[in-house]
């Protein structure tokens, strides 16, 4: 995490708590959960305009907020080709993920974070390697069903991703318990898996993200060799939009894919 990002959630809490409050009781304030506001007073997440707007609100309008925000530096560990789409997840009404080479970041345990950072060349210092993995998990609270409102998720994976072990069977194993875990208790997360065998497939193209923001626009990011882009041209979003119905329809139903996913556990 940045060292602004430390400051920043120590400004916060320090006047949070000389005005009396409560995470919880701020978070009702600032119509944030009360995970999200610790998240941000720890540094380990972005604030957005809309809580440094709220918490200016809540917490006196000193102002103080308000200019200190600009001055905020991205925690360390994301790519900076990744970092737009990271800026509108963290406030995304739904998020929708089409996968083809690595269970999504959002759904990875750390050991399997661990593994798929240590796969692919040039290795990263042991300190890099410890943000990358440190920033991959602090997304991840985005799953909560706490949030106001939670976020609607939709993940369709290809089985192979499944079948690959990577980091091995027993990185597999666990990462296969979060997933069942993850799929049977977030009733905000729809997770399917598109089979082996799939003659009619509408992913050719790689994989693909969709998000919703709170006032209904929507953005997609596609990520390549050491590149991303974030899509805001609403052709290109709806021809997306397309492809992603439809390979909604070819995978598994969900139903069939957490069956399909307690058989592959089961054989470990």
């Given amino acids: 995490m940045s060292d602004s990002l430390r400051t920043f959630g120590a400004f916060v809490q320090a006047l949070r708590e000389h005005a009396g409050l409560s995470r919880e009781e701020f978070g009702d304030l600032v119509r944030f959960s009360k995970h999200t506001v610790a998240?941000?007073?720890?540094?380990?997440?972005?604030?957005?305009?809309?809580?440094?707007?709220?918490?200016?609100?809540?917490?006196?309008?000193?102002?103080?907020?308000?200019?200190?925000?600009?001055h905020l530096s991205?925690?360390?560990?994301?790519?900076?080709?990744?970092?737009?789409?990271?800026?509108?997840?963290?406030?995304?009404?739904?998020?929708?993920?089409?996968?083809?080479?690595?269970?999504?970041?959002?759904?990875?345990?750390?050991?399997?974070?661990?593994?798929?950072?240590?796969?692919?060349?040039?290795?990263?210092?042991?300190?890099?390697?410890?943000q990358r993995i440190?920033?991959?998990?602090?997304r991840q609270e985005l799953l909560a069903v706490t949030r106001k409102p939670p976020t609607a998720f939709s993940f369709i994976v290809e089985q192979a991703v499944l079948e690959r072990w990577t980091g091995g069977e027993a990185v597999t194993r666990e990462q296969f318990d979060w997933l069942l875990e993850l799929i049977e208790h977030n009733w905000n997360v729809e997770f399917q898996v598109m089979p082996l065998r799939q003659p009619s497939h509408a992913g050719m193209d790689g994989p693909m993200r969709l998000a919703e923001t709170p006032d209904n626009q929507w953005f997609a990011y596609s990520e390549g060799q050491q590149n991303g882009r974030?899509?805001?041209?609403?052709?290109?979003?709806?021809?997306?939009?397309?492809?992603?119905?439809?390979?909604r329809s070819q995978a598994l139903t969900p139903e069939d894919s957490l069956g399909l996913l307690k058989r592959l556990r089961g054989a470990l």
């Fill in 230 to 247: 974030l899509i805001a041209n609403a052709k290109e979003i709806s021809l997306l939009q397309q492809r992603y119905a439809k390979l």
């Fill in 134 to 138: 440190a920033a991959r998990l602090a």
């Fill in 39 to 70: 998240s941000i007073e720890q540094g380990r997440r972005m604030p957005d305009r809309d809580f440094v707007e709220r918490a200016e609100a809540a917490l006196g309008n000193t102002g103080a907020l308000r200019k200190a925000a600009p």
């Fill in 74 to 130: 991205r925690q360390a560990g994301l790519a900076s080709w990744f970092r737009q789409w990271a800026r509108v997840e963290t406030t995304a009404i739904s998020l929708y993920t089409y996968e083809c080479r690595v269970v999504p970041g959002l759904l990875q345990t750390e050991a399997y974070a661990r593994a798929v950072s240590l796969a692919v060349p040039p290795l990263p210092d042991p300190e890099e390697l410890e």
